[in-house]
């Protein structure tokens, strides 16, 4: 218990958004699964809890999953653009034993560990969702349902997954992405980010990824945009 107060000041009481009325935290962008203690489940769609109750990740990982997807479509994706993993994301929490998380492309779901903290647990652990999320995007946009199958593919994704937490949580960054958000705003940033996946390979590089982003840049928003894009990656000697 005093562990519990100690974190009062970190509470916040946040709305869910599009649930599907089970009384699940199963909606239009996440659905939550837990094989740790009980389902979350409210008729009233009230889901209050503490942290020392496993139904507290379980809307940390619901809530943060669909405001990611949120966001994703406010940059038009799914409406004026292609859509970028527009399904109800299946998410299991605690189901591995380990202090680990990751995002699994064969069976697309996002799985949350134990140990120490468990990791969707904290406020701070917003940005462990976020980042898996970040995998399960790049993954959708591949034909195959599959990234990161070289090394410098795989450094890409998990360069991504950083970034994506920072620009939903604006908490930290990946490098070269965060300096082109901040030379364009992060509207034209992440839209210009998201639509460039779409072209990668799966084994791609650092300086081919690089330049689909410019290319991206330079389509979407004209050489100005996609000079400053080209810019921050020949700054970390990508390009």
């Not at 005093?2 to 970190?10: D, L, Q």
């Not at 649930?19 to 199963?26: N, V």
């Not at 898996?132 to 998990?158: K, R």
């Not at 460039?196 to 290319?215: G, I, R, W």
């Amino acid at each position: 218990m005093r562990t519990t107060r100690r974190c009062n000041p970190a509470y916040r009481t946040v709305t869910l958004t599009n649930l599907d009325g089970s009384g699940y935290l199963q909606g239009d962008w996440a659905n939550v699964r837990s094989n740790t203690g009980k389902a979350a489940f409210s008729s009233t769609n009230s889901f209050l809890y503490t942290r020392d109750d496993d139904r507290f990740e379980q809307v940390m990982a619901y809530y943060w999953v669909t405001t990611a997807q949120t966001y994703i479509q406010s940059l038009g994706f799914g409406l004026a653009r292609r859509p970028v993993n527009e399904q109800s994301q299946d998410i299991r929490i605690d189901q591995i034993g380990i202090d680990n998380s990751y995002s699994w492309d064969k069976h697309d779901v996002v799985r949350f560990g134990k140990g120490g903290v468990d990791d969707a647990e904290d406020a701070e652990d917003a940005e462990v969702i976020l980042h898996e999320y970040g995998h399960a995007i790049q993954e959708w946009q591949q034909p195959d349902g599959t990234f990161g199958t070289s090394a410098e593919a795989g450094s890409i994704g998990e360069g991504f997954g950083d970034y994506w937490a920072a620009t939903v949580s604006n908490v930290f960054a990946s490098r070269a992405l965060w300096d082109i958000r901040g030379a364009l705003g992060h509207v034209k940033a992440d839209t210009r980010i998201l639509e460039a996946q779409f072209s990668f390979a799966p084994d791609t590089s650092m300086p081919a990824a690089a330049s689909a982003t410019v290319a991206a840049a330079r389509s979407l928003y004209g050489n100005s945009a996609a000079n400053a894009t080209r810019g921050a990656f020949e700054d970390r000697g990508i390009l």
